[in-house]
């Protein structure tokens, strides 16, 4: 059984201490397919939430034009403002950037439900909870992923 030595202190790659940054995953995709993938993503969520919205909207009944063009509204409207909120949160501090797109998931839900015809009450109630977890979770995670001068790390 062969036993590998151990790095040392001293040793190239291994510094420790406040002064290490851990190192970051090597990209496995090039500038293009990331380009790429910022513009398309907007859009193929916009059409999924386009198509959500068209579908709670007309109750299982046939679909018609008007439930077409309800749809493709409703998915350019998505994915202008996710680009927005995208674009604008990555700019902001810790707590900005987590109620921005908290405000964003709770509205985005909040919409869709009402299309269903529930009562406006029921749709503002399942929002601000959906709103207040995401809110949540992304405050842990950005507060985790910061140094203490509020710079992101990962």
């Avoid at 902001?92 to 909040?110: I, K």
């Avoid at 269903?116 to 842990?140: D, E, K, Q, R, W």
Wanted: glycine share 12%; net charge positive; aromatic share 14%.
């Amino acid at each position: 059984m062969a036993h590998q030595a151990l790095p040392t202190s001293g040793t190239p790659g291994t510094a420790r201490g406040p002064s290490a940054r851990p190192r970051a995953a090597p990209d496995v995709f090039g500038e293009r397919t990331h380009l790429a993938a910022h513009w398309v993503l907007p859009v193929v969520l916009g059409l999924v939430y386009g198509y959500w919205v068209a579908a709670n909207r007309r109750f299982g009944g046939p679909i018609t034009g008007w439930n077409v063009f309800y749809g493709f509204m409703a998915a350019l409207a998505f994915a202008v403002l996710y680009a927005a909120v995208r674009a604008v949160a990555g700019r902001l501090p810790r707590e900005g950037h987590a109620a921005l797109w908290a405000a964003f998931t709770g509205s985005a839900l909040g919409f869709l439900y009402t299309q269903t015809g529930v009562a406006m009450f029921t749709c503002i109630g399942l929002s601000l909870v959906v709103a207040a977890a995401t809110f949540l979770v992304l405050f842990y995670r950005y507060y985790t992923h910061e140094d203490a001068a509020g710079r992101r790390t990962a």
